[in-house]
Antibody, heavy 117, light 107 residues
Framework: QDQLVQSGVEVKKPGASVKVSCKAS????????ISWVRQAPGQGLEWMGW????????LYAQNLQGRVTLTIDTSTSTADMELRSLRSDDTAVYYC??????????WGQGTTVIVSS | DIQMTQSPPSLSASVGDRVSITCRAS??????LNWYQQKPGKAPKLLIS???SLHTGVPSRFSGSGSGTEFTLTISSLQPEDFATYYC?????????FGQGTKVEIK
């Protein structure tokens, strides 16, 4: 079945960078884009950005512009999200999700990122 | 950015109850409204797209309605597995934005 599997828990110090991976299987990777959404503890869902798996075009949330980079590797059907200059309020669960017809129809299991000194 | 406001923030209901959740957009989004269900410690799951289209495999007790700025998610007969948090999301413009969520709890 179509699925997205994400990399594991990350613990980082303030000012560091983190890279989260999202590996797709069960479908043609280049047919759909990948969105990234994060959820701070006890909070709602925040869209971070989107990348086309066909051509690598990206859109980023304005509040993260300059700190986040989305990339894809079509040879491994993997999407990556790198977030730099981490702060304590970046502590969250980070999700990748397949964007299909303006919906997010398949989600990864989530990656917990903890930013703490 | 388009603001999405859900009401109520939480509700208590019993198995078998009919439950409705409202989502309002700060401007018209036509029918570009999706609903997701999230259980604790799990990723969200798509329930309904374009305001009223049930996603594959979603039970028919879930339904969605509305257009423009006001939308409703209805569960016709609440089941034990439906206790969760529900989010609306507009896909009319970038950035896509979510409501703050409605937590459905057991009475």
């Amino acid at each position: 079945q179509d699925q997205l599997v994400q990399s594991g828990v990350e613990v980082k110090k303030p000012g560091a960078s983190v890279k989260v991976s999202c590996k797709a299987s069960g479908y043609t990777f280049t047919k759909f884009g990948i969105s990234w959404v994060r959820q701070a503890p006890g909070q709602g869902l925040e869209w971070m950005g989107w990348i086309s798996a066909r051509n690598g075009n990206t859109l980023y949330a304005q509040n993260l512009q300059g700190r986040v980079t989305l990339t894809i590797d079509t040879s491994t059907s993997t999407a990556d999200m790198e977030l730099r200059s981490l702060r304590s309020d970046d502590t969250a669960v980070y999700y990748c999700a397949r964007r299909r017809s303006d919906t997010l129809d398949v989600w990864g299991q989530g990656t917990t990122v903890i930013v703490s000194s | 950015d388009i603001q999405m406001t859900q009401s109520p923030p939480s509700l208590s209901a019993s198995v078998g109850d009919r439950v409705s959740i409202t989502c309002r957009a700060s401007q018209s989004i036509a029918f570009y409204l999706n609903w997701y269900q999230q259980k604790p410690g799990k990723a969200p799951k798509l329930l309904i797209s374009t305001a009223s289209s049930l996603h594959t495999g979603v039970p028919s007790r879930f339904s969605g309605s509305g257009s423009g700025t006001e939308f409703t998610l209805t569960i016709s007969s609440l089941q034990p597995e439906d206790f969760a948090t529900y989010y609306c999301q507009q896909s009319y413009t970038t950035p896509p934005t979510f409501g703050q969520g409605t937590k459905v709890e057991i009475k």
